[in-house]
């Protein structure tokens, strides 16, 4: 890291640590990160994205130890923490009574969404302010998240209130964090990404089989319309057209559409997940009547991949 980039990253901290709002790399998509400490700050993240306040913030913390001063870990926490943090694992705890969290960052609930990103970037800033910060992902609720600072810088163009973004490059993995809610007698799985549920059964014998959708929203990714491009998505297409844009994934891709983009010609899930929002970025264009999408296996991170489809084709 040369001296112009820790410059830069002791920026980001200062402005976080003065309330402003700053995009920051992480290895799932760029965070629009603040103070989690303060109302102020969290305040403006739901402002600037036009996120309804119902919808509790994930908590980035800079080690362990920062994240149990804000939650109560129990043996199942520990043990996912020690193996999958940092790393793209958010956990949903009971919040600490004494935790200074804003209220506004857990949307009044006595949990707390927490966990430790797995990016160089993210990390040094998190330890130059040295305070947890909220962070969703950094572009307006409901649509295509960001992987890339073109990205963030694309989607807030026109309004007024980031102060900074840092450019750590496209993200690696491209989905946001596997979610799983600890906070309750049997864990439940809230949102799939990289980290599966076959990849947690190691350490978790038994699960929730209650449905993703919920009755309270207790973390990100649970709304029914979510990741949405501004045209219509159509998934699992066997047929496309020449007014078409299509997202293809494998060996053989469909013909016909007016432009095709193939998430991986080898079929190889991780990088189809690591391509998934940049496409969507790229064929989200009034040039196309419709985003049509190939199928994607169910299995692995593209268990991830079609729930973010579902809910992009939600309408």
């Given amino acids: 890291m040369n001296s112009m980039s820790i410059n830069l990253l002791e920026k980001a901290a200062y402005l976080l640590k003065q309330d402003h709002l700053v995009a920051i790399p992480t290895e799932t ?130 309004s007024n209130g980031l102060s900074l973004i840092i450019d750590g490059g496209p993200c690696q993995v491209g989905l946001e964090s596997t979610i799983i809610d600890l906070s309750e007698n049997i864990p439940r799985l809230l949102r799939p990404g990289k980290i599966t549920k076959e990849d947690l059964k190691s350490f978790i014998i038994e699960f929730s ?42 060996h053989s891709p469909l013909i016909g559409a007016k432009k095709t983009l193939n998430l991986s010609s080898s079929a190889n899930l991780i990088e189809a997940a690591a391509n998934f929002f940049s496409m969507l970025h790229e064929l989200d264009s009034i040039e196309f009547e419709s985003i049509a999408v190939m199928s994607i296996p169910q299995y692995g991170i593209g268990i991830a991949i079609n729930d973010r489809l579902s809910r992009a084709a939600s309408s």
């Fill in 29 to 158: 998509v760029y965070g629009l990160a603040a103070n989690a400490f303060s109302d102020q700050a969290v305040a403006k993240i739901y402002s600037f994205k036009n996120r309804p306040t119902f919808n509790p913030l994930i908590i980035h913390c800079k080690d362990l130890k920062m994240a149990q001063n804000l939650a109560n870990f129990n043996e199942n926490a520990l043990k996912l923490a020690k193996v999958f943090w940092p790393g793209p694992l958010t956990l949903v705890l009971p919040l600490k009574e004494t935790s200074p969290i804003s209220k506004l960052a857990t949307a009044g609930l006595k949990t707390i969404a927490l966990r430790i990103p797995a990016h160089p970037l993210a990390l040094k800033i998190l330890e130059l302010a040295d305070i947890p910060l909220a962070a969703p992902s950094a572009n307006p609720s409901e649509t295509i998240s960001p992987t890339t600072a073109f990205h963030v810088e694309n989607a807030f163009k026109s």
């Fill in 209 to 250: 089989n209650a449905s993703l959708e919920a009755d309270v929203i207790k973390a990100p990714g649970q709304l029914k319309r979510h990741y949405s491009p501004s045209i219509p998505l159509q998934k699992n297409v066997q047929q496309v057209n020449e007014r078409q844009a299509l997202l293809a994934f494998g």
